[in-house]
């Protein structure tokens, strides 16, 4: 284990932390396993979302001009608004106390990385995604005309960045754009889904789910990249040989609008399709044990959803999108990986249903390879050594 600082982390989150998504999930298993590392951190954060209670943390939350009590997900106007005073409390903080490193999320790195230089404190850029390619993707924003400006400002942030960490399937484009960015990925722990027969049981009953047919789980956000518009659509395809078969998805946030659209509504209507609000994260594990196929159909994107981590824990078998993003942890001795279409989604999700000792050796391979890779101590050792080389290459910014 590496010698620690006395000093505390400052880490800027523009989330609201504590929520069950994504990054508020990830960030919270990093200050757990700071926490047991002896660590103390200071949070800058939105002025939205639940305390936590972690050994060694403070939070201190930005200002709140106009009472906001929810931040969507993805880049928003509300985003923008709030990461005004978010910018200042950073700035207040590195005036009041020296810090050993500034552990800067997502957009938040930019502002940081100017602060941070001012300070003479290394800049730990935290990569959840790649900023240009969420503003790319923006239908509300026509920016194509802004992309050489928006991948230079990308660079001359990879290369201020005294390391950079980034969600699994996004080294790749770090070491592309900036080939002497130290760089390193993300590989969160994954508790496997133990829950017993009684439970998943009366989970079944509370959704109306039938005690013997087989269930289809999809976990997490409905988010446009997340590609449920394809799995939607193969939903009649599976049901045309497997009938019997229901279709969960968990983690809806509101109206979304893929569930008003195309064969949704009457698949909702008829029960073939249950939707479940976004749960407790210490829920989850019912839902994943519930499943009989887990489903990842993810269009585009370059970060890896955290949801694969916990699926290969689950002890389940796997269907996923054969995309790069996938591939980062996936792999066909693991998984099930097809073409990210409707067909294909179908054809793995039945192969499996037809195939029970292919899924069953599918599934104790992913949960093997989760306990092997993916342990809390592993993770715990990640971060120390995280943290161990930001200091080491504090002193060697590139320009």
Known sequence: MAKRSDARILVVAPQPFYEDRGTPIALRQVLHALGELGRGVDLVTYPVGADAIIPGLRIFRSGNPF?????????????????????????????????????????????????????????????????????????SLPLAPARPALIAMERWLLRQSSLVVTSAG??????????????????????????????????????????????????????????????????????????????VFVGADGVHEILGHGAAPSLIASGVLRVVERQPRA????????????????????????????????????????????????????????????EAIAAGILDLLDDAPRARRLAAAARSYAKQHFGWSRFVDSVDALYAEVARHASAPRG
């Not at 906001?68 to 709030?82: A, E, M, N």
């Not at 044990?289 to 078998?317: E, H, Q, T, W």
């Open 67 to 139: 009472d906001f009590k929810s931040v969507p997900i993805g880049l928003s106007l509300r985003k923008v608004v709030l990461d005004i005073p978010l910018t200042f409390m950073l700035r207040r903080r590195l005036t009041r106390e020296r810090y050993a490193c500034v552990h800067a999320i997502e957009e938040a790195a930019f502002p940081a990385a100017v602060l941070a230089r001012a300070h003479g404190i290394p800049l730990l850029y935290d990569m959840q995604s790649s900023l240009v390619e969420q503003l790319m993707r923006s239908a």
């Open 170 to 247: 996004l080294a790749d484009r770090v070491r592309a754009m900036v080939p002497s960015a130290p760089v390193r990925e993300w590989h969160f722990p994954s508790a496997a889904a133990d829950s017993n027969p009684a439970e998943v049981r009366r989970l079944r009953e509370r959704l109306g789910v039938s005690p013997s047919g087989p269930v289809v789980l999809y976990s997490g956000t409905f988010e446009p990249y997340q590609g449920l518009p394809d799995l939607i659509a193969a939903i009649p395809i599976v049901r045309t040989r497997a009938p019997d078969t229901t279709f």
């Open 283 to 342: 829920e989850i594990a019912a839902f994943l044990a519930m499943a009989d196929v887990l489903v990842s159909p993810r269009a585009y994107g370059g970060n890896l959803p955290l949801k694969i981590f916990d699926y290969l824990a689950a002890g389940r078998p796997i269907v996923a999108t054969d995309i790069p993003t996938h591939r980062s942890v996936l792999a066909e001795d693991r998984a099930v990986l097809v073409a990210p279409e409707p």
